[in-house]
């Protein structure tokens, strides 16, 4: 057996499974790759009401992470994903940087799955400022986009894709806007923009709330698309029927959490991955 390929998430850890680092090495297995974390923060739930709590990890400890994952070679496509806090953010640009990755999708996390605020504005600032100008493909939802844009809040597709644009301005090479079930109709649609042309990604919108989770693994699968040689407007594609059927399939944890299950893409379509 040849060596497979690696990827890498720099991410957080969703103790629930549904997200962070555990979404992320669930989908790269699927997609046939050696994941690898160097993790951020840890999430934690309160079980009563659901309220979440976030840790970060000491930053030497995120430096020391990383120096065991590049002693055995770059990666073939990572990503990030939550990452806390502005001195987080920054490794994690250098680790990009200095090291040359390529492959990079950046997911700017800045919300827990049932939250509304921004969790770290200077975070948030320094996501744009630094990561994105790295990033390959980046995967803001509507809450995110809307930020990074400096729109607000996005109401429909053509507000998406002024977004998509602001965001490539900043450096981006090719920006995903994803609206989930965000927009009114009976479609799930995400705006595709790289800087020259425009593409709608849809599918049926599912009446669940079984979809924590589903931000993440739709990025994650972007990296397994590219660490397999796709293109990027192709990785997203299948990332979107990944997703798809993450999503279709997603199923109660407990009384407050639905997550997506990740090898449902896998099941519905033995042998045809990639």
């Not at 060596?3 to 720099?10: A, D, E, G, V, Y």
């Not at 293109?231 to 798809?244: E, N």
Request: charge should be negative.
């Amino acid at each position: 057996m040849t060596t497979p390929l690696k990827t890498l998430t720099i991410a957080g850890s969703d103790t629930s499974a549904a997200g962070g680092m555990q979404a992320d090495l669930k989908t790269f297995e699927e997609f046939g790759t050696y994941g690898m974390v160097a993790l951020t923060c840890i999430v934690t739930m309160d079980p009563t009401d659901w309220s979440h709590h976030v840790n970060q990890v000491d930053p030497q400890l995120l430096k020391d992470q990383l120096a065991t994952v590049f002693s055995g070679g770059n990666p073939d496509a990572m990503k990030t994903g939550m990452l806390g806090d502005q001195a987080t953010v920054e490794i994690a640009y250098h680790a990009i940087k200095d090291h040359g990755l390529k492959n990079v999708v950046i997911d700017p996390v800045m919300i827990c799955k049932g939250e509304t605020d921004v969790l770290n504005p200077d975070a948030a600032n320094a996501i744009r400022d630094l990561l994105l100008p790295l990033a390959d493909v980046t995967t803001p939802n509507l809450f995110e986009a809307g930020v990074l844009s400096g729109m607000g809040t996005l109401h429909n597709v053509d507000e998406m894709k002024q977004a998509a644009r602001k965001i490539h301005e900043l450096g981006a090479k090719n920006v995903v806007v994803k609206g989930g079930k965000g927009l009114n109709g009976d479609e799930a649609v995400d705006v595709f923009y790289d800087g020259k042309m425009f593409e709608l990604l849809k599918s049926e919108k599912q009446a669940t709330d079984r979809n924590a989770g589903a931000g993440c693994t739709f990025a994650a699968a972007v990296v397994g698309g590219l660490a397999n040689g796709l293109s990027a407007v192709d990785a997203v594609h299948l990332a979107k029927k990944f997703d798809t059927a993450a999503i279709q399939n997603g199923f109660d944890l407990n009384n407050f959490l639905g997550p997506v299950f990740h090898p449902a893409y896998r099941i519905q379509e033995i042998g045809k991955l990639v």
